[in-house]
């Protein structure tokens, strides 16, 4: 079963930041939390990860709360392209035995 | 890099009829993934393998569903019979551990619809 949880919808206004909350109460001290996304009709793309400081790539960022219990994925300024299923996944990086257990996600629609 | 590759991209079959998957993994990525996603929900693990070696297949159901991956490389997924709940898109994946957030790449998947 996932380990995370997350809300199954939210709107957000175009060029405006879109913030997708996490719950991942049973995370594990060597647990990195993931995020990847799924517009409609394509797989699942990976777009950042962090095991407990604070993550920024060109796509994103990542806040991880001091207890890592929780985290929020941060698209600086949404575009309509960013309309899809985002999934946040707890688990340990590498390795042959480890892979992504996926739970629902939340549905981000972005409005024009 | 040249991305996971599947096919075929859409198939339609009766049900009780056999279907097969294919995939080609990303060049030098010894773990590869078959995902089942029904619609409205997340992907779900299928198999998984490395190198040739199944690792995980505790999902799979071994009475319908087989899954082989002989030289390593490219892998084939199978369904025989076909059920109408089997109606889902079909996703591979691969990864390397040297890649990022366990350098998983999935594929654009093949749809099933089982009439």
């Known amino acids: 079963d996932a380990k995370t949880t997350q809300p199954p919808s939210m709107d957000c206004a175009e060029g405006r930041a879109a913030n997708l909350p996490c719950n991942h109460s049973?995370?594990?001290?060597?647990?990195?939390v993931y995020w990847y996304r799924q517009i409609h009709s394509q797989g699942p793309q990976y777009i950042i990860h962090?095991?407990?400081n604070n993550e920024t790539n060109e796509m994103a960022s990542l806040i991880i709360t001091e207890d890592r219990k929780s985290s929020t994925l941060i698209l600086p300024h949404a575009t309509l392209r960013d309309t899809a299923v985002y999934y946040c996944?707890?688990?340990?990086?590498?390795?042959?035995?480890?892979?992504?257990?996926f739970g629902t996600g939340t549905l981000l629609a972005v409005q024009p | 890099e040249a991305g996971v590759a599947q096919s075929p991209r859409y198939k339609i079959i009766e049900k009780r009829q056999s279907v097969a998957f294919w995939c080609n993994p990303i060049?030098?990525?010894?773990?590869l993934y078959w995902y089942q996603q029904i619609l409205g929900q997340g992907p779900k693990l299928l198999i998984q393998?490395?190198?040739?070696?199944?690792?995980?297949d505790s999902q799979l159901p071994k009475d319908r569903f087989s899954a082989e991956r002989l030289k390593g490389v490219d892998s084939t997924l199978k369904i025989q019979p076909a059920k109408l709940e089997d109606s889902a898109v079909y996703l591979c994946?691969?990864?390397?551990?040297?890649?990022?957030?366990?350098?998983?790449?999935f594929g654009s998947g093949t749809r099933l619809t089982v009439v």
């Open positions: 994946a691969s990864s390397s551990p040297r890649g990022r957030g366990y350098g998983y790449t």
């Open positions: 049973t995370i594990s001290g060597n647990e990195y």
């Open positions: 962090g095991l407990k």
């Open positions: 996944i707890v688990g340990r990086y590498g390795g042959a035995t480890n892979k992504l257990i």
């Open positions: 060049s030098g990525h010894a773990t």
């Open positions: 393998f490395q190198n040739n070696g199944v690792v995980d």
